[in-house]
């Protein structure tokens, strides 16, 4: 993968979104608040049309997927930052919540105490210094914003001021991660070391696993993607959105005209950074685990394959990447499972060599091709 740029799409000033777009986002808001829950909850589990908890939980997990995809392509796509490091960011939100939602067990752990399990059966005896607001939702809700963000713009700071970017850039992003994922593996850092944290409990001191806990989150989980989406859709159409895709496309040229790239790089990396710790504080409590594996090499990459898949520069591309990628993987590993990795990769190289625009471009050059025929 290479931060070089192949005829991507310059961000186009005006309406937020046409009819159509309108109608596509009123339309998936209805479906994310209406007819999933409806079809979940109120339709009889006997019924052909009842959705399972299971399709529920996968949609939600997909969703959170899909908010760091469109981080990526806020970065890759639009201002040709390739980030290896982003499932991160990811795993630190997820790491808040979870730290909540372990206090939120209480003496109904296997132990009955009130420090986590897992610090009990290491004779811990009392809570480390960064567990003392993890009693409190708003407060870790607030540092699943402001703890992937400040390590962004911290580790941006320098790495942008020093100029670094294209692989070298990719790279140490990986470092950064891989250190990260190491120093979470070490029981005494007081986050749950290799099993990290699992078995919740509840929510808000409401049980997490009733349905109808989980189908508010899983609502949630779709507004917020919404909500991004059009978020990253109103900065692409403007002036910053212009001025991060000449950064894409000439950071010199860029420079010589009076910007500072280190101001707008430094911004849409951050920004970046914090949709991804939302989506991860969202798929703790659905998914029900968070471990250092979330920090993997192999989970970064993922990200900036769903967003290549999909189509960069698109918007609409990475989301349509998360939901195919991971749909098909989900398909393979339960039908194929010792073929699943040989699939991503084909696709990913399919992709890479037929596809620069991803699927998105694809659909787009088969509309062409239609007209054409018809004109």
Not at 47 to 52: A, R, T
Not at 84 to 102: S, T
Not at 148 to 155: C, K, R, S, T
Request: proline share 4%; glycine share 10%.
């Amino acid at each position: 993968m290479t931060t070089t740029t192949l005829n991507l799409p310059a961000p186009r000033r005006g309406l937020l979104l046409t009819p159509a777009g309108w109608s596509g986002v009123l339309l998936a808001t209805l479906v994310v608040t209406a007819l999933v829950p409806v079809l979940n909850l109120l339709v009889p589990a006997d019924s052909v049309f009842h959705l399972s908890d299971f399709y529920v939980q996968l949609a939600g997990k997909i969703m959170c997927y899909a908010i760091c995809a469109l981080a990526m392509d806020l970065i890759w796509g639009y201002t040709g930052i390739l980030s290896l490091g982003h499932g991160l960011f990811f795993a630190l939100g997820g790491y808040g919540m979870g730290m909540y939602l372990m206090r939120q067990i209480g003496r109904d752990g296997n132990y009955q105490s009130d420090l986590p399990d897992f610090m009990v059966f290491l004779d811990w005896k009392a809570l480390p210094w960064h567990w003392a607001w993890s009693d409190s939702f708003a407060l870790q809700m607030l540092l699943v914003l402001v703890v992937p963000g400040l390590l962004a713009f911290v580790f941006g700071f320098f790495a942008f001021r020093s100029r670094i970017k294209g692989v070298y850039f990719s790279i140490i992003t990986q470092a950064m991660t891989f250190a990260a994922m190491l120093l979470f593996f070490r029981n005494e850092t007081g986050f749950g070391g290799n099993n990290g944290f699992t078995d919740f409990k509840r929510i808000l001191d409401i049980p997490i696993a009733q349905p109808s806990t989980r189908m508010v989150l899983f609502v949630i989980t779709g507004l917020t993607l919404i909500g991004f989406y059009l978020m990253a859709r109103a900065i692409v159409n403007s002036k910053f959105g212009r001025v991060l895709q000449a950064i894409r496309d000439a950071e010199s040229r860029v420079m010589f005209t009076g910007y500072n790239p280190l101001a707008y790089k430094l911004a849409i990396w951050t920004l970046s950074a914090v949709m991804c710790g939302v989506a991860g504080a969202l798929y703790v409590p659905q998914v029900g685990i968070i471990n250092p594996g979330e920090m993997s090499a192999a989970a970064s990459i993922e990200i900036a394959i769903w967003a290549a898949v999909g189509g960069r520069a698109t918007l609409i591309g990475p989301i349509v990447g998360a939901f195919f990628v991971n749909g098909a993987k989900s398909w393979f590993t339960q039908v194929f499972p010792e073929f699943w990795l040989y699939f991503l990769g084909a696709l990913f190289i399919a992709v890479t060599l037929f596809l620069p625009q991803g699927l998105v471009g694809l659909v787009d050059r088969l509309k062409g091709a239609k007209k054409e025929e018809r004109a």
